[in-house]
């Protein structure tokens, strides 16, 4: 695709509950990762996957956060028994490789915790 | 552990003036550095990234350098525009090549 498309744009969930959120990167780039942003932590990294290797989980912030990268293109971040901490816009970005290479960020999903 | 780091985090100038914004990080071992612009609700537009070696990167209006071993960039506007109103965001990516760790931002008003 043109750019880096993310969706839902918004969702509104009960605690709880678990929430996928979906990324679909550019075409052709190889590394793909997720961001959260959040009013008192700014943008913090969470996990990014590179081609066939095994994908960096260093920022999840506990094990009921996950993703996962099908095929080499398409991610879903998976958020189970969600708190009200987890409200956050969730960004997803994308890059020819790892390293040297801007990084093309999607418009993010905003996920209300209520 | 790599800490980024803005200033101002907030700037009012008046359309026309030409301005700088600040970014520091702690450790020099940077693979490169990039700002992007966000608006308001929507995500990040990369401006300029500048590789390890380099010393800057101009793009029209904008022209970033970077101090590796002092551990600064700045980002130069000239000649703000209302349409420059947005928070300017500074981030590195360290040697393992990987992910990008951000500042807190500066959030630009540019008053017409």
């Known amino acids: 695709g043109a750019g880096v498309s993310q969706s839902p744009s918004n969702k509104v969930t009960e605690k709880g509950k678990d929430v996928e959120l979906r990324c679909d990167p550019i075409s052709g780039h190889t590394a793909l990762y997720w961001y959260r942003q959040s009013l008192g932590q700014g943008l913090e990294f969470l996990i990014y996957f590179q081609g066939n290797s095994a994908p960096d989980k260093s920022g999840l912030p506990s094990d009921r956060f996950s993703a996962e990268r099908t095929g080499g293109s398409v991610s879903t971040l998976t958020i189970q028994r969600t708190q009200q901490e987890d409200s956050a816009v969730y960004l997803c970005a994308s890059s020819l490789d790892r390293g040297g290479y801007i990084q093309y960020f999607g418009a993010g999903t905003r996920l209300s915790v209520l | ?111 017409p």
């Open chain 2, 1 to 111: 552990k790599q800490e980024v780091t803005q200033i101002p985090a907030a700037l009012s100038v008046p359309e026309g003036e030409n301005l700088v914004l600040n970014c520091s990080f702690t450790d020099s071992a940077i693979y490169n550095l990039q700002w992007f612009r966000q608006d308001p609700g929507k995500g990040l537009t990369s401006l300029l990234l500048i590789q390890s070696s380099q010393r800057e990167q101009t793009s029209g209006r904008l022209n970033a350098s970077l101090d590796k071993s002092s551990g600064r960039s700045t980002l130069y506007i000239a000649a703000s525009q209302p349409g420059d109103s947005a928070t300017y965001l500074c981030a590195v990516i360290d040697n393992q090549g990987g992910k990008l760790i951000f500042g807190q931002g500066t959030e630009l008003s540019v008053k």
